[in-house]
């Protein structure tokens, strides 16, 4: 009589098939009165007892033995409800006078049976059900009537229907805990796709930041050179030109001996901000290490644009910066090599602007140079002679 899905391995499960198992042995004791009375013989309940014990028994060990992903279980209730409808039907026959107890209990086995059908499974066994009465009645002719000629045989029909209610309370029971059951499996599953949701928005967090630290320059903040080669492929793969700035601080070495690490380190922060605060928003400005820098300049069309953008840069960065209580100007030197003029690949084009950079330096510093491929020279720059050139010990401006 027990059929509920997907349940069999569950407490809940386990206290249906105890629940069944129960009503076989009321079933049992009121058949033993109907043959105290002489309604039925003496072999009745205790063949039905045994028979309804042991089909609840096999499928409580099949419940328990199947993978409730198989698609056993997608007919393991209609089997259970068969098995069941079809014992009562033999016992129906088999003791004619207690026929309207056995037709009854299949009221029983359907409305416990509901629990686990589909809808197509109840329709079928429905209809199933409905013509095997039919037959039975029509073949064994039997005359469906309540026995009640005497005080005990009244007495064990009003046992037959309190146990009958009982049952079918016990069913509004048992729906309700599987109910309630499942609010809370609801309730359960829906905290762990929040809780899942959460960590799911941490990890992506976490990523972002490992991101973050792998592609951009801790002290900073600045993109390192591994995105300044991806953003650079990237302006390859568009194709259109621009220009690489290689830039190097003139000195830096001579700011970290003479003032120390944490002076340096405020200095580079400092001609970082100047150096974002000078180009465009879609130009990268990266920190490759120590004291340079590269520029990816967008959509440069001619030398003239790139080199304003050279000045521009030399000019900001000459200006004083103020590292605590003092004010210290450096220079920087600076190479220009050009896409597609210069080099179309990205290790060409950062070759190209280092050795520019590196020209620069030794014309004088506070200067950049624009490579020219053609010549292999460096025909361009600005500015040209020591004038321009800062020295550390007189830029540094003691403002105590």
């Given at each position: 009589?027990?059929?509920?899905?997907?349940?069999?391995?569950?407490?809940?499960?386990?206290?249906?098939?105890?629940?069944?198992?129960?009503?076989?042995?009321?079933?049992?004791?009121?058949?033993?009165?109907?043959?105290?009375?002489?309604?039925?013989?003496?072999?009745?309940?205790?063949?039905?007892?045994?028979?309804?014990?042991?089909?609840?028994?096999?499928?409580?060990?099949?419940?328990?033995?199947?993978?409730?992903?198989?698609?056993?279980?997608?007919?393991?209730?209609?089997?259970?409800?068969?098995?069941?409808?079809?014992?009562?039907?033999?016992?129906?026959?088999?003791?004619?006078?207690?026929?309207?107890?056995?037709?009854?209990?299949?009221?029983?086995?359907?409305?416990?049976?509901s629990?686990?059908?589909?809808?197509?499974?109840?329709?079928?066994?429905?209809?199933?059900?409905?013509?095997?009465?039919?037959?039975?009645?029509?073949?064994?002719?039997l005359?469906?009537?309540?026995?009640?000629?005497?005080?005990?045989?009244?007495?064990?029909?009003?046992?037959?229907?309190?146990?009958?209610?009982?049952?079918?309370?016990?069913?509004?029971?048992?729906?309700?805990?599987?109910?309630?059951?499942?609010?809370?499996?609801?309730?359960?599953?829906?905290?762990?796709?929040?809780?899942?949701?959460?960590?799911?928005?941490?990890?992506?967090?976490?990523?972002?930041?490992?991101?973050?630290?792998?592609?951009?320059d801790a002290?900073?903040?600045l993109a390192?050179?591994?995105?300044?080669?991806?953003?650079?492929?990237?302006?390859?793969?568009?194709?259109?030109?621009?220009?690489?700035?290689?830039?190097?601080?003139?000195?830096?070495?001579?700011?970290?001996?003479?003032?120390?690490?944490?002076?340096?380190?405020?200095?580079?922060?400092?001609?970082?901000?100047?150096?974002?605060?000078?180009?465009?928003?879609?130009d990268?400005?990266?920190?490759?290490?120590?004291?340079?820098?590269?520029?990816?300049?967008?959509?440069?069309?001619?030398?003239?644009?790139?080199e304003a953008?050279?000045?521009r840069?030399?000019?900001?960065?000459?200006?004083?910066h103020?590292?605590?209580?003092?004010?210290?100007?450096?220079?920087?030197?600076?190479?220009?090599?050009?896409?597609?003029?210069?080099?179309?690949?990205?290790?060409?084009i950062?070759?190209?602007?280092?050795?520019?950079?590196?020209?620069?330096?030794?014309?004088?510093?506070?200067?950049?140079?624009?490579?020219?491929?053609?010549?292999?020279?460096?025909?361009?720059?600005?500015?040209?002679?020591?004038?321009?050139?800062?020295?550390?010990?007189?830029?540094?401006?003691?403002?105590?």
């Amino acid at each position: 009589m027990l059929t509920l899905r997907a349940l069999s391995q569950t407490s809940l499960g386990t206290k249906l098939f105890a629940a069944a198992a129960l009503s076989y042995l009321i079933d049992g004791v009121l058949l033993a009165g109907f043959a105290a009375t002489g309604i039925v013989d003496v072999e009745i309940p205790i063949a039905y007892t045994i028979a309804g014990l042991l089909s609840c028994a096999l499928f409580h060990r099949v419940s328990l033995a199947a993978c409730p992903e198989s698609s056993w279980h997608r007919y393991y209730p209609m089997l259970q409800v068969a098995v069941s409808s079809l014992m009562l039907l033999v016992f129906a026959v088999i003791a004619p006078r207690a026929a309207f107890y056995f037709f009854t209990l299949l009221f029983t086995v359907f409305g416990f049976g509901s629990l686990g059908l589909t809808r197509a499974q109840s329709v079928c066994a429905w209809i199933g059900v409905s013509v095997a009465v039919a037959i039975v009645l029509s073949a064994a002719h039997l005359e469906i009537r309540i026995p009640d000629s005497t005080q005990s045989q009244k007495c064990l029909v009003w046992l037959c229907f309190m146990a009958t209610l009982g049952r079918c309370m016990l069913l509004g029971v048992l729906g309700r805990s599987l109910r309630l059951h499942l609010q809370d499996r609801r309730r359960q599953l829906r905290i762990a796709v929040e809780r899942l949701e959460e960590r799911d928005k941490a990890l992506e967090l976490v990523n972002l930041e490992l991101r973050r630290q792998a592609t951009h320059d801790a002290l900073t903040g600045l993109a390192n050179r591994a995105l300044f080669v991806e953003r650079l492929e990237q302006a390859l793969r568009e194709g259109e030109a621009f220009a690489v700035c290689a830039l190097d601080l003139d000195g830096f070495k001579e700011v970290n001996d003479t003032l120390g690490h944490f002076a340096g380190d405020l200095l580079l922060q400092s001609v970082s901000r100047r150096l974002l605060a000078t180009t465009r928003a879609d130009d990268t400005v990266a920190r490759a290490g120590g004291d340079e820098y590269l520029l990816l300049l967008r959509h440069v069309q001619l030398p003239a644009e790139a080199e304003a953008q050279a000045r521009r840069c030399l000019e900001v960065l000459s200006a004083p910066h103020r590292i605590g209580d003092r004010s210290l100007r450096v220079s920087s030197s600076l190479g220009i090599a050009r896409y597609p003029i210069d080099g179309t690949t990205a290790e060409t084009i950062l070759t190209y602007a280092d050795a520019a950079m590196y020209q620069a330096k030794r014309s004088g510093k506070n200067a950049y140079r624009l490579y020219d491929g053609s010549v292999e020279c460096f025909p361009r720059g600005y500015p040209s002679g020591e004038d321009r050139v800062y020295a550390l010990q007189a830029d540094l401006l003691l403002t105590k």
